[in-house]
């Protein structure tokens, strides 16, 4: 098995680690942001119930439709809303509305709505205590369908120019720690191949190098100076041995 | 022989068919219905507020009221109730009204009413003013659908109520001065 290169082990492990932080910062943002703008929906829903309540009100006491549907038309008309319907105690309907839209937008909202909003936002329009009509308003998921989509796309945007970053970043750190471990191996190689003992390696830029270099300096010294004692030692041993041979002889 | 006699069936249908369907039509544009005009007059005084509040709201009729035959005792939505009274034109003015509705009467002997009553505290309504000339508040106008009306907006600012501007939406436009 080839061994993988410091660089490339670095790099590898920027970008994964880079890919799961923006990953996860996108997720939880879009989480976030998805529940923080279901409340704020929900808000706009029972303020628009209300709204339609108080200005259908004159027209559900005349009993005038057309008067209560216009009322529905000019307050719900907004990209929260789906539908909304009044109906009276009865049960009958004295007005429906229906915000419509594209083909796209039914096709893609009609069957989320309800999963989204399934309850509509209720109110009662009241005079003198009874009860004159129920106001219904049913919420559209568009907006949080838009929020989705342009966070997903911003999310790939930042996940990509992350990617290059990290590229940028994996480059330097090869600049500036893989070169130096690299030309200590090379040193080292160097003083190897020329049995040249007195050689010693230049200092790192890298803290941790340049102490490694130093130990290594210091074993080449030792290592020098046994070499430099070892032929001393060895014509001293060949002249004990031939002292030896002589007095055998004698 | 029997092809005629199913040619003179289909022909009898379809002249009972278009029979129905004239009769329905005519349904359809029949005249408001006095109960239509009580609940409209009931919504005038549900949106309408006095300087002072009373327990009874007073309606009173003038002129010839060719539907105002439902405009009996009533309660408005906060259980007040509204009392009937008939009464000439001239005595309108003499603080026994809260409501003054004006059946068919002539256009000055109206015009005076009306002007009689201004800044007064007393909501006017017209069922035979269409054009609504007369200076009355409401005037009841009877389209095909039922009864609606116009609103004199300048004569409801000079009457001295306070009516709530929702209602300016329902009715039909405002009426020429």
Redesign the interface.
């Given at each position: 098995m080839n061994p993988t290169s410091l660089s490339r082990l670095l790099a590898r492990a920027n970008l994964r680690l880079i890919r799961f932080a923006v990953l996860v910062a996108a997720a939880s943002l879009m989480v976030s942001g998805l529940i923080l703008i279901r409340d704020n929906a929900s808000r706009q829903l029972a303020l628009v119930a209300r709204t339609v309540g108080?200005?259908v009100?004159?027209?559900v006491?005349?009993?005038?439709r057309e008067?209560v549907l216009?009322?529905v038309r000019s307050v719900a008309d907004s990209p929260a809303v789906d539908r909304v319907e009044v109906i009276d105690p009865a049960g009958r309907v004295l007005a429906r509305w229906h915000r419509g839209g594209t083909a796209v937008h039914a096709m893609l909202c009609d069957p989320l709505n309800p999963l989204l909003w399934p309850e509509a936002a209720v109110r009662e329009v009241k005079?003198?205590?009874?009860t004159?009509a129920v106001v219904h308003v049913h919420g559209d998921i568009g907006g949080q369908l838009r929020y989705l989509l342009i966070g997903g796309a911003i999310s790939l945007v930042c996940l990509a120019l992350t990617v290059i970053a990290s590229r940028f970043v994996a480059d330097r750190l090869g600049h500036e720690v893989i070169d130096p471990v690299e030309n200590l191996a090379a040193e080292l190689a160097r003083i190897r191949t020329s049995g040249d003992l007195s050689q010693r390696l230049s200092g790192s830029t890298v803290a941790e190098l340049d102490q490694a270099a130093s130990e290594v300096n210091r074993l080449l010294a030792e290592l020098q100076r046994l070499r430099e004692r070892l032929p001393a030692h060895a014509a001293s041993r060949r002249s004990a041995g031939e002292d030896e041979e002589g007095h055998d002889n004698a | 022989m029997r092809t005629g006699r199913n040619l003179a069936r289909q022909a009898l249908a379809l002249a009972m068919a278009s029979q129905l369907a004239a009769e329905s039509g005519a349904a359809r544009a029949a005249p408001a219905s006095d109960a239509a005009v009580a609940r409209m007059v009931a919504s005038f005084v549900e949106f309408t507020r006095w300087p002072e509040r009373r327990g009874v709201v007073r309606l009173c009729i003038a002129g010839t009221a060719d539907k105002a035959g439902a405009l009996g005792p009533m309660r408005l939505s906060d259980g007040r109730p509204i009392e009937r009274k008939v009464l000439q034109p001239a005595a309108l003015a003499n603080g026994q009204c809260d409501v003054a509705y004006f059946g068919t009467m002539p256009a000055a002997s109206l015009r005076a009413a009306t002007t009689a009553l201004r800044g007064k505290g007393v909501l006017t309504i017209a069922e035979n003013d269409p054009q609504c000339r007369s200076q009355a508040m409401f005037c009841l106008v009877y389209p095909a659908s039922g009864v609606s009306f116009r609103l004199n907006i300048d004569a409801v600012s000079r009457s001295g109520l306070r009516v709530d501007p929702r209602v300016l939406r329902i009715g039909e436009g405002e009426a020429g001065q």
């Open positions: 108080y200005t009100e004159p027209g006491v005349f009993g005038d008067a216009e009322g005079r003198g205590g009874a004159l | -």
